[in-house]
């Protein structure tokens, strides 16, 4: 049986939730909503970042989105491959994976960070958005297909829907018309569709800036 320590606005959680509804995945959702459950989760996992998979078939807990994603992939594999048999094609969804992590996840980390901070500084909020920007470019410039890699949804389209939806919430897509075509393709997908009709009624408690 798999379970699931997520919460409904975790970006990374929703990264993990995507690939478990793409092969409609049986697993139990374990939200993590009060402080109790934030302190049992923690002697579970220590470093205390959702989400982890526990599987508990196979005795194994599993951080990590991508992770996560990648044993998905191994050992409860369905429809949707998350990476391509084909080491190249593989490489590619790995890297775009990173970059979405690494550089839109990143920055829009540190902007939400920002704003709950007692201590914000708006000149750290500008450096990171330039950042956003600066990656949204890179992506943009190389972007020519329906999905992340190619015409085949993986692992690299889990990662990008939260990085470009939260990254959008704080440096809009108008000046990258394939990026912001791509995030619209996206929320038609039905795996992504359900994650976001389960986080909506949770949106309005995102920190505004
Ligand atoms: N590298 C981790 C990042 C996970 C992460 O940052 N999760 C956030 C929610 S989106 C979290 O657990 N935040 C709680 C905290 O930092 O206390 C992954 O890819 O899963």
Redesign the pocket.
């Known amino acids: 049986m798999l379970t699931l320590y997520a ?1 409904p606005l ?4 929703w990264k993990a939730l995507i690939a478990l509804y793409e092969n409609d995945t049986p697993f139990e959702l374990h939200l993590l909503e009060s402080a109790e459950s934030w302190s049992k989760f923690k002697e579970l996992w220590p470093i ?4 982890l998979l526990a599987d508990s078939d196979r005795n194994a807990l599993i ?4 992770i996560i994603i990648e044993y998905l992939d191994a050992h409860y594999r369905g429809r949707t491959r998350f990476i391509p048999d084909d080491t190249e094609r593989a490489r590619e969804v790995r890297l775009k994976d990173r970059l979405f ?1 690494l550089y839109l996840q990143g920055p829009m ?1 540190r902007i939400t960070n920002e704003i709950l901070s007692p201590e914000r500084s708006n000149t750290a909020i500008a450096q990171a958005k330039e950042n956003l920007r600066t990656a949204y470019g890179a992506l943009e410039s190389s972007f020519d297909s329906r999905f992340a890699v190619g015409d085949t949804f993986s692992m690299a389209d889990c990662a990008a829907f939260p990085a470009l939806f939260y990254g959008a919430m704080r440096t809009p897509l108008d000046d990258f018309p394939k990026l912001s075509a791509y995030l619209e393709r996206l929320k038609k997908r039905p795996s992504i569709a359900r994650v976001y009709k389960e986080a909506e009624p949770y949106l309005n408690y995102t920190p505004k800036e």
Do not use: F, R, T, V
């Not at 975790?10 to 959680?13: A, D, I, K, L, V």
């Open positions: 919460h975790s970006s990374y959680c205390g970042k959702m989400p951080p990590e989105a991508s992590d980390q």
